[in-house]
């Protein structure tokens, strides 16, 4: 019975002598001392256990200095390091930025610790921790912090106030326990110097702390001038300062750049005409309006080629079929007959299928027909202005990367880098996901086609949202200025490489040429009568003008404008219907809706067809525990 007594008295001594040389925080102690410019100077005693578990070195104090206003601007208390010990003699040290602070390492990492007790001490300095408020000073501090990873047996706090001050000008608080929590473990005093004793009544487990505020009368302690709190505000928000002043920058160039090039020519009187501008082919029609390419302006192109008789049009589902008629050319635009070439090798009889393993053929076709144009239009009828866009993306390159050098630490701008190139990359592949999605629900024309369209937003939502979701990172973990310049630099670009376009004097003359055809063509049909002397309404004014409204974007209008005289010619038994096409677009009883259907599924159908496979990435008691200033935690190393 002794034996077996012995035996649980030496486990249990066992049991809590190991309990007891757990590594542990036996005494921690911050003697503050609050100066009357507003800083203060901390000297932490931490006596701690180490059993070479963590501790083996020494040990680490992490120290906040980065936090967010009631505006969300970026707020940054000094820190400076005067001097650790340990057990009474000078301690080598090294700080190291983590997260929202630094971090500051006690030891030496070539010499390694004996199990015992230890007292390090950190004396440091720091600033605009105090809080200044209408009727009262006071400091909010997070004395030990919430994140150590040992258990804490004791915690003290003095704080020393500026002379003048009496203990009955004097409120104190204190709360203890978890984040957020507010226990009031402790006890506090006032000293016969004012000086503030605070003490906790109860060992803290790991994550628990001990957070005080003392309130003063105001004029003890210097607020920061207006002055001051500017200049603090730019230097902590440097990101900020260089977005706003780089994009001030960059609208500013832009806008000087539009009034010396891109402004356009004032329009002349616009004339309601019943021909197009002379010499002037479908193609050129749009690439003039628009100042640039699309492959609407290739199907212009082809509905032409089809009304001359020289290529047919075969709907087969989706695709479409193009055949080479016997005709012989002429009288075509130097961008016709590249399509010609290109497409047909100018060979009687060819046909092509406007698929994707013909890519490479409507490519070179596309290229071609945009090259023509292009020769013969730009810098006689418009500028692009192109050189004038260098300097803004160089300028737009130059300010992402001053905003990534604002920011507060090297682990952020590595960060902020890394994910703001897999970004770029990323929306490469969301860019060309999007337009697909864009051109599916642009060109349904059955419900297969909506069925297809719905797959694919299905498909491509994971990557939209996978966008949103980095940006969302990018902005909340690292700076919220590195999305916005991201998003604003591009909108900005692209928005000038649009203005910066401007018409010459020539095409100014050409393009209002244009709109008074553009007025014949989209007119409603019961306001014919306001013209004067129309051409005749027949289904050859039909398909001679149709390319012209495709090109124009006002084909459904034109369509709509001989609904009627189809309609009477059926009645009559003239069932008309064009030669040149084969299909089931070709709808009486929905004819206003031909042209926009013609026209946006070849534009689909060579977007998709013009594509290599793989080419396109699918890619007062308002206080708690843990608040104020000061906080962080520690550990071992």
């Known amino acids: 019975m002794i034996r077996r007594t012995l035996f649980w008295l030496a486990l249990f001594v066992s049991l809590a002598c190991s309990a007891i040389a757990d590594e542990r925080i036996l005494d921690y102690q911050s003697d503050i001392e609050v100066f009357v410019d507003g800083s203060m100077q901390v000297t932490e005693t931490i006596r701690v256990r180490a059993e070479q578990k963590e501790i083996k070195r020494g040990i680490y104090r992490d120290f906040p200095t980065d936090y967010k206003d009631h505006f969300g601007n970026r707020y940054r208390v000094g820190f400076e390091v005067l001097e650790a010990t340990r057990d009474g003699n000078q301690e080598s040290w090294h700080t190291k930025p983590q997260g929202n602070g630094v971090r500051v390492y006690l030891g030496d990492k070539n010499i390694y610790l004996g199990e015992g007790d230890y007292t390090y001490a950190i004396t440091y300095r720091s600033n605009r921790q105090l809080g200044f408020f209408d009727d009262h000073d006071e400091l909010y501090w997070n004395v030990t912090g919430n994140h150590w990873s040992f258990p804490i047996d004791a915690v003290s706090a003095r704080v020393t106030l500026p002379e003048g001050l009496h203990a009955e000008q004097l409120e104190l608080e204190a709360y203890t326990g978890l984040l957020g929590a507010k226990g009031q473990d402790y006890s506090a005093s006032v000293d016969y110097d004012a000086s503030v004793r605070f003490k906790t009544t109860r060992s803290f487990s790991q994550g628990e702390g001990l957070t005080i505020v003392v309130s003063w009368p105001k004029g003890y302690v210097n607020k920061p001038t207006r002055h001051e709190e500017i200049s603090f505000l730019l230097r902590d928000n440097q990101s900020w300062v260089i977005l706003l002043v780089g994009l001030s920058a960059l609208v500013a ?118 090259a023509a144009l292009s020769r013969n239009s730009e810098k006689v009828y418009f500028l692009r202005n192109r050189g004038w866009l260098i300097p803004g993306i160089l300028v737009s390159v130059l300010v992402y990367g001053g905003v990534v050098y604002g920011l507060p630490n090297t682990e952020l701008k590595m960060t902020g880098l890394f994910l703001s190139f897999w970004l770029t990359f990323w929306t490469l592949g969301v860019f060309s996901l999007g337009k697909k999605v864009w051109h599916a629900w642009r060109t349904l024309n059955s419900p297969l086609d909506t069925i297809g369209a719905v797959f694919i937003t299905c498909f491509a939502l994971p990557f939209f949202a996978a966008e949103v979701a980095v940006i969302g990172i990018l902005g909340s973990q690292v700076s919220v200025t590195l999305p916005a310049m991201l998003i604003s630099a591009i909108v900005i670009n692209l928005l000038f490489h649009h203005l910066l376009k401007a018409p010459t004097r020539a095409g100014r003359r050409l393009l209002d040429e244009m709109e008074g055809f553009r007025q014949f063509l989209e007119v409603a049909e019961r306001e014919e009568m306001n013209f004067r002397n129309p051409p005749e309404k027949t289904p050859e004014l039909f398909e001679r003008f149709l390319p012209y409204a495709l090109a124009l974007g006002v084909e459904q209008h034109w369509m709509e404008r001989f609904a009627g005289l189809f309609v009477r010619l059926a009645e009559r038994g003239d069932h008309y219907r064009p030669v040149w096409y084969h299909g089931n677009n070709w709808q009486m009883h929905n004819l206003g809706n031909f042209g926009s259907a013609l026209g946006n599924s070849l534009g689909s159908a060579l977007s998709s067809s013009s594509t290599a496979p793989g080419s396109s990435s699918g890619s007062g008691g308002g206080g708690s525990s843990g608040g104020g200033g000061g906080g962080g935690g520690g550990g071992g190393w």
Do not use: C
Request: proline letters at 5%; aromatic letters at 8%.
């Open 253 to 370: 160039y832009y806008l000087l750049a539009w009034v010396m090039v891109g402004r356009d020519p004032q329009s002349g009187v616009v004339i309601t005409r019943y021909e197009p501008p002379v010499g002037l082919s479908p193609g050129s029609s749009r690439y003039i309006d628009r100042m640039g390419y699309d492959h609407k302006t290739f199907a212009a192109a082809l509905v032409n080629l089809a009304v001359k008789g020289l290529i047919e049009i075969k709907e087969q589902g989706r695709e479409y079929l193009l055949t080479r008629t016997s005709n012989p050319p002429e009288g075509l635009a130097a961008g016709e007959k590249a399509i010609l070439k290109h497409l047909f090798r100018n060979l009687k009889g060819t046909s092509i299928t406007l698929k994707q393993s013909k890519h490479a053929t409507i490519r070179k076709a596309l290229k071609a027909h945009e």
